[in-house]
């Protein structure tokens, strides 16, 4: 749970922001904001989406290179940009911003994260992080331990003219994921990756636990941290994550926040020795991709920082939780088809084994919203109102079409040209897409057309 203090709710912003201590751009006090995510096809940018697209206060931007990706399928605005690499891609955003009045933007990726904090003098849009400063010491792994190293622990670099003691561990100074780290058990090995990769450092291997501390930052102090172990990780990812307890965190948050003056919400990560010591892996002052585990517990990041940003003042009160999360490949769809009415089943589509498919449910009021006729319709042999009553689906239907008689077809019932048609038989959908021309799904199939895009 957070809470939101406004500061003089009803005060008109001038159309030109002012700026904080650390030169950010202040965002307008009253909401609804246009919230830029960029790149929108990262974890990052999907976590943010995910934390923001049910939200009152925020219409949701996406911003992509050009190409086929996922974000497609998950934001109904979508906007082209090149890489940041590139030199249009500044002119181009400045466009962006102005054309659909962007007032925030959150990176959601590294290099961009950086290349923006660059850039805040010619935005006129928030971009939502902390300084060009702090944002530039956290993308440099030697930088972010050399500011850290008299506060916390941090990880013993070697040289790599020297001999070292195997193994150890290298990563690129300014890397992300798990891109290019591993860890070298032979001399051979070790020449071959220096030799080929300049921008290598080499750290002292830690082999034990792995945690990611997700905290949130006002300019005075530190208000939220929570750190979840990193049970299982994939490319960088962590795919099976859980909440634990570990005074020691908070204690490493404070300092870090008050070192690197970080603002709004960032994350640090940290890896145990061989006897059981916490170091420090890296800080980064954004959403973290597996943020959602924390989240869940109570502080939307996305929308706190948004709410801070703007000027309000922010409380966080969050619930011990003992709940794990599991991250995997998901499935978007997009089905651009119109559908000028939807007929579902009920026995085996709508109820299967007496209980409710709630992602039918979803798909009933997403036609709703739409003004998409629903239709019941149904070969149930008991009494139907009973059932309807029993399952709290009553009073859910635009018409509800009960044919006792099995042997009529639910095809004769079906009246629209654009229909779709949900049912668990085969024979009643074949005979529907014979008869009708209409679209026919069972209930697994029937999930293409639930639109998540926001």
Known sequence: MMRVKAKAAHQRCPQKQPKNRAGLVHLKHNYPWNVLVFPAASEVGLEIHRALRNCKEVILHGANQAGQNIAEFVFKRMHRLPPVYESDCLPRLQELITTNNIDAIFPAHDDVLLWLANRTDRLSAAVISSSAQTCSICRSKQATYKALRDVIRVPKLLNTQEQPVFPV??????????????????????????????????????????????????????????VRERQKTKTGIATLS???????????????????????????????????????LEVSPRIAGSMALSRAAGPNFPLLSLYGFAGHSINIEAFHSEMRMGRSLDVKFIYDRPIEALYIDFDDTLVVNGNVNTRMISLIFQCRNRNIPVCLLTHHPGNLEVELTRTRLAGLFDRIIHIPDPSEAKADFITEKNAVFVDDSFRERSEAAKLCGVRCFDAAGAECLLDERS
């Open 169 to 226: 561990f290298v990563k690129p100074d300014c890397g992300q994921g798990s891109y290019r780290a591993r860890c070298i058990n032979d001399n051979e090995a070790f020449k071959l990756a220096c030799a080929r990769e300049p921008d290598l450092i080499v750290m002292e291997h830690l082999p034990g636990r792995e945690y990611t501390i997700d905290c949130f930052s006002t300019k005075d102090a530190v208000i939220f941290s929570a």
């Open 242 to 280: 859980r909440p634990i307890d570990m005074p020691i965190a908070r204690t490493w948050a404070e300092r870090i926040s008050e070192k690197l003056d970080l603002q709004g919400a960032w994350f640090f990560q940290m890896k145990e020795d061989s006897n059981g010591k916490p170091c420090l």
